[in-house]
């Protein structure tokens, strides 16, 4: 049977007492967006906000990828290397990879090293024709590269191109997201593409909804991450003395998400002690908003060309061809 290759860069992990530590003292108090993935609980909050009618994301996208997936399979063309920043949600990858002419190899790369190897595994034993190399790698990390001696015995490679869907390049702000783009056009030694998947600039109100819904799972998200740090951390935050605030801030083009303190009150974490005045916030995550011309901007500034946009009927969401 066909298996998967798993090339295991070992990547470090993140320092959870560290970045919480350090989060806490800044006078900003902020999280880091991966902690909202620190537990299963999490994970799983997740996977059910994915299925609010709010929020429009996940199903958008999966949507797009699979009503345009020859298009997209024609304009990657024969023979790609397609390499995925994350280990692959199988709604948006599959149906691409079925309509791909005959690509040299895919390569899900992902610091979660069980679930990687396991959705390599599922993949291969779906396509068993396909070269699957799967990395266990960190690829924000600066030093990150390509396992180029698991691709020299592949068939011609004709394009290389990394898929990074989820707009989780929205995490980024714009200086972050373009050294990302700057990085990426590197690991492809300067030539291939990028297909981006990017939540579009909307009404504020749609995109309010979608981060305030109605059964409060976000806000249960966002208050998640104090749970874990009160349990690994041995720290004594009051979820109820916090509430989540998620505005969309038009200036910067972005929801924010927040944890807000409803009063003045000390924080033990680690034995260590952390004052927030009443209103004060910690930011756990932006969410950036783009326009297609901001998307064009974006490109151009890291040095690729936006050749291709597949948006659905109402415009909430993108993917995008990027070239070099
Ligand atoms: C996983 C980064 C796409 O920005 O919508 C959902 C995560 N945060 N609700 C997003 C998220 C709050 C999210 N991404």
Redesign the pocket.
């Known amino acids: 049977m066909n298996q998967p290759i798993l090339c295991d860069l070992q990547p470090t992990l993140i320092d959870f007492r560290h970045e919480v530590l350090s989060g806490l003292s800044l006078s900003q108090k902020q999280f880091p967006?991966q902690f909202?993935f620190h537990d299963k609980y999490g994970s799983d909050l997740?996977t059910q906000?994915?299925k609010l009618e709010e929020?429009y994301?996940?199903r958008t996208e999966i949507d797009i990828l699979q009503k345009n997936s020859q298009e997209i399979a024609a304009v990657l063309g024969k023979s790609c290397l397609l390499i995925e920043y994350g280990s692959g949600s199988i709604e948006k990858v599959h149906p691409l990879i079925e309509a791909l002419d005959s690509p040299a190899a895919y390569i899900p790369i992902d610091i979660a090293r069980e679930h990687l190897f396991t959705y390599a595994e599922l993949t291969t034993s779906k396509y068993p024709e396909l070269n699957v190399i799967a990395v266990a790698a960190d690829y924000t990390q600066k030093e990150f590269r390509l396992p180029n001696e698991k691709l020299s015995n592949l068939a011609n490679i004709e394009n290389k191109v990394i898929l990074f869907a989820?707009?989780?390049l929205?995490?980024l702000n714009r200086i972050e997201a373009i050294a990302l783009l700057r990085k990426s056009a590197a690991l492809i030694e300067g030539k291939g593409a990028m297909l981006i998947g990017i939540?579009l600039k909307k009404d504020p109100t749609v995109l309010h909804a979608?981060?305030n819904d109605s059964q409060g799972l976000?806000a249960q998200?966002?208050l998640n991450i104090l749970s874990n740090i009160n349990r690994e951390l041995d720290a004594d935050f009051d979820l109820d003395n916090f509430y989540h605030y998620?505005p969309y801030n038009p200036v910067l083009g972005r929801?924010e998400?927040h944890l807000i303190s409803k009063l003045s009150q000390i924080v033990t974490v680690s034995g260590q002690q952390f004052t927030f005045r009443e209103g004060e916030s910690i930011h756990s995550?932006?969410?950036?908003k783009y326009s297609i011309e901001d998307i064009q901007e974006l490109s151009a500034e890291a040095g690729f060309m936006l050749k291709e946009t597949w948006v659905d009927d109402h415009k909430l969401f993108s993917v995008n061809y990027l070239e070099l």
Not at 285 to 288: A, D, I, K, L, Q
């Open positions: 967006p909202f997740f906000i994915c929020y994301i996940t989820g707009s989780t929205g995490n939540d979608a981060y976000t998200f966002n998620a929801i998400l995550e932006n969410s950036h």
